[in-house]
Nanobody, 117 residues
Framework: QVQLVESGGDLVQPGGSLRLSCAAS????????MAWYRQTPGKQRELVAI???????DYLDSVKGRFTISRDNAKNSAYLQMNFLKPEDTAVYYC???????????WGQGTQVTVSS
């Protein structure tokens, strides 16, 4: 049984910060790339940040310098620190775990982030 459970989504004011967490179970966590995606109505799901199993990271251009992805393999968890939030960051944020070599991919149910005054 594989589970990815996101938490930390909230209503926050522009310029504020939020930290999302993703707790994984049922996978050999260290083998998986962990990523955060987001989706808003009428828009395709987009990759926000990724932290590969090999230790590299990458970010959506619009969040570079504001968001930081991290992972703790000992805790089977991934995180997304979001600073200087903007209204356009409003979305449902999804945690993703992918082991490409084995063609395995899993998704969390999402957590709502709303940036508004």
């Amino acid at each position: 049984q594989v589970q990815l459970v996101e938490s930390g989504g909230d209503l926050v004011q522009p310029g504020g910060s939020l930290r999302l967490s993703c707790a994984a179970s049922g996978i050999i966590f260290k083998l998986y790339a962990m990523a955060w995606y987001r989706q808003t109505p009428g828009k395709q799901r987009e990759l926000v940040a990724i932290f590969t199993a090999g230790g590299s990271t990458d970010y959506l251009d619009s969040v570079k310098g504001r968001f930081t992805i991290s992972r703790d393999n000992a805790k089977n968890s991934a995180y997304l620190q979001m600073n200087f939030l903007k209204p356009e960051d409003t979305a449902v944020y999804y945690c993703n775990a992918a082991w490409s070599l084995a063609a395995r991919e899993y998704w969390g149910q999402g957590t709502q982030v709303t940036v508004s005054s």
